[in-house]
């Protein structure tokens, strides 16, 4: 560990994302974490951090380690192909993460269903589900937006998007809470095991929905423009449908989730006139939430990757399976990236922007995530234009990888 001094104190003393210290203020940890050195060791994760964006970005076009979570030295034991059930055939199988000519293969026939024109279609379904969720909510002084409307933002949107009959809502909406479980590293093997239950369960029902879809006439969604791919395109089959739409659900959920908390949050907390320019349009939304992102630093680990042999990297010696955490929020208030960086300016020029990523892996649902994004918090506004923070929310201890709010209580101010 070439950087590191030897009387520096213990890596968990200075960044330490589950403390509060870091859930109230997390900046004084992300800026001292990032002197550390470009690639750091921490123990309690047993895993390198990577902390400088340009190292960041040039990992993230190269790829020169896996994004496969069972690569990790400490992933569940991929089980032999005969004991596949539809869980590991959906995820190693078809992984959209293990094999890089194939991961290609899948971003390249699938990117026409990403396209703007299609984020249009979907805006079309996806808007009038948010205006009744604020239909039901009527006008009350006070309320929780996190419970009343972004919790049931991603599973509209997702549902919506894919295109999943109404008749299969309960039993997929289970999946969309725990789907991100089957991977995650911090939680119990009991916990992996029973989320691993639901999304077979889940992966059932999409065969069963792919089944009735091949029998209907073409609709206007992404099933229907997969199905088409899939007729034209030799090598990405229905494994390939499935496992798109578990990654769909499984990296969009959550982040929505977390997204819907911090634009509202960030909106509300700083000077107001931030409000109008920021949602002019979907364009200039776009760019505040960039902004949005920078100046809440929500996230905790960053991205995972996996050396997949032993290995020299950036100076140093992996082992074969150790994890690399990629952390691009250490920079966001370092005054080397971003001229006065505690300042919220909506028009703040970002160059790159990497907030949702960057290179063959760059986030698939970046538009639709910022559309939903700009319906429901316009909403927001035109229902309340004097909406305000009841209080200070209290930040939820238990999620591992991001700062989220327990309750996020606003004001309506509308009697
Ligand atoms: C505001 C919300 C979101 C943010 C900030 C976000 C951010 C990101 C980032 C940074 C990556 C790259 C991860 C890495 O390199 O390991 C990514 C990948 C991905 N995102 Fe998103 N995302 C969001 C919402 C969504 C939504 C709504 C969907 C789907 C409907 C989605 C689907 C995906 C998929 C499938 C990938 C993997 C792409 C691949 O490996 O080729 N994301 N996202």
């Known amino acids: 560990m070439t950087e590191v001094a030897e009387n520096l104190p213990p890596i968990e003393t200075i960044y330490n994302p589950n403390s509060r210290e870091y859930m109230e203020n997390p900046v004084p940890q992300c800026l001292e974490l990032a002197r550390r050195g470009r690639l750091v060791w921490y123990e309690p994760w047993q895993a390198w951090i990577m902390t400088r964006m340009d190292d960041i970005m040039a990992c993230w076009k190269t790829e020169p380690l896996s994004s496969d979570f069972y690569d990790w030295e400490y992933a569940p034991k991929r089980p032999p192909e005969e004991e596949w059930s539809n869980f590991e055939r959906a995820l190693i199988g078809h992984s959209l993460l293990a094999d890089h000519d194939h ?15 299609v984020v ?12 009744k969720l604020f239909d039901e909510l009527g006008s009350p002084d006070e309320f929780d937006y996190r419970e009343k409307i972004a919790f049931h933002i991603p599973f509209i ?3 919506r998007m894919v295109g999943i009959p ?3 809502w309960p039993e997929i909406k289970q999946v969309i809470v725990t789907f991100t479980e089957t991977w995650n590293p911090t939680i119990s093997d009991e916990q992996r095991e029973s989320a691993r239950q639901d999304s077979n369960r889940a992966i059932t029902i999409l065969k069963k929905i792919i089944d009735e879809r091949r029998n209907a006439p073409q609709q206007d969604d992404f099933l229907s423009t997969l199905l088409r791919i899939e007729a ?25 989730l977390v997204a819907q908390q911090w634009s509202v949050y960030a909106l509300l907390k700083n ?36 050396a997949p042999q032993d290995m020299e990297f950036m100076g140093e010696q992996l082992r074969k399976g150790v994890m690399v955490l990629m ?14 960086p505690e300042k919220f300016d909506v028009e703040r020029v970002f160059e790159p922007d990497a907030t949702f990523g960057y290179g063959p892996r760059f986030c698939i649902g970046a538009a639709l995530a910022k559309r939903q994004l700009y319906l429901s918090v316009s909403e927001l506004f035109k229902r309340f234009p004097n909406v305000e923070l009841a209080k200070e929310p209290e930040r939820d201890e238990s999620d591992h990888n991001a700062v989220v709010f327990k309750r996020l209580l606003l004001k309506t101010n509308c009697r």
Do not use: C
């Open 103 to 117: 991961h290609r293969l899948v971003r390249r026939v699938t990117a026409p269903a990403f396209s703007r024109n």
């Open 120 to 131: 249009d279609k979907i805006q079309a379904r996806i808007e009038p589900e948010i205006k």
């Open 157 to 159: 949107s997702i549902t």
């Open 166 to 168: 109404e008749k299969y």
């Open 232 to 256: 034209e395109n030799e090598g990405f089959e229905e494994g390939d449908i499935i496992t798109l739409i578990l990654a769909l659900i499984g990296a969009g959920a959550d982040t929505t």
């Open 271 to 306: 000077d107001r006139s931030q409000i109008a320019k920021a949602l002019a349009t979907p364009d200039s939304f776009s760019n505040a939430f960039s902004e949005i992102s920078r100046w809440g630093i929500s996230s905790k680990m960053g991205f995972a990757r996996y």
């Open 327 to 340: 952390m691009p929020h250490l920079k966001d208030h370092n005054p080397d990236y971003f001229e006065n």
